[in-house]
């Protein structure tokens, strides 16, 4: 038997969200507003965007082994390398950038920079916000 759990909700910015939880495949879809086309972008291993691209607006956000993604560490939230932004045109990488760094994907998805030194380019990670209201028990 598959569990879903599914739960709409306003965001504080106002847009309307759909979470869905899937619990046999750990997989957590949060829909903006009217899932419809959108382009993939396959952020990392576990969490993928889709966007479309003449509005320039999330369409849905997915984590797939979301309980592993929101497992707690000694250091913090895990944090994992955004490397599915380095092969993306440099439009599509700006507008990405720009989606997940402003809500409503912004309230799901924390964007930072890590310098492995000062004297390097920055290289862009994200953890998931652990927020109590997320409709799975971790």
Do not use: C, W
Not at 11 to 24: K, M, S
Not at 78 to 107: K, N
């Amino acid at each position: 038997m598959i569990t879903v759990k599914k739960e709409r909700r306003v965001l504080a910015d106002g847009t309307a969200a759909l979470l869905v939880y899937e619990a046999e495949s750990d997989e957590l879809n949060v829909y903006f507003g009217e899932n419809r086309r959108a382009t993939g972008v396959q952020l990392a291993d576990h969490i993928l965007l889709r966007l479309d691209r003449t509005e320039g607006k999330a369409i849905s956000l997915s984590f797939i082994d979301f309980s592993l993604l929101i497992r707690p560490t000694t250091y913090g939230p895990p944090s994992f390398r955004l490397d599915g932004l380095d092969d993306l045109p440099d439009d599509l990488r700006e507008m990405t950038l720009q989606i997940l760094t402003t809500p409503p994907v912004s309230y799901f998805l924390k964007v930072g920079a890590f310098y492995a030194s000062l004297h390097q380019s920055p290289v862009p990670i994200s953890y998931i916000e652990r927020q109590a209201t997320l409709p799975v028990s971790t």
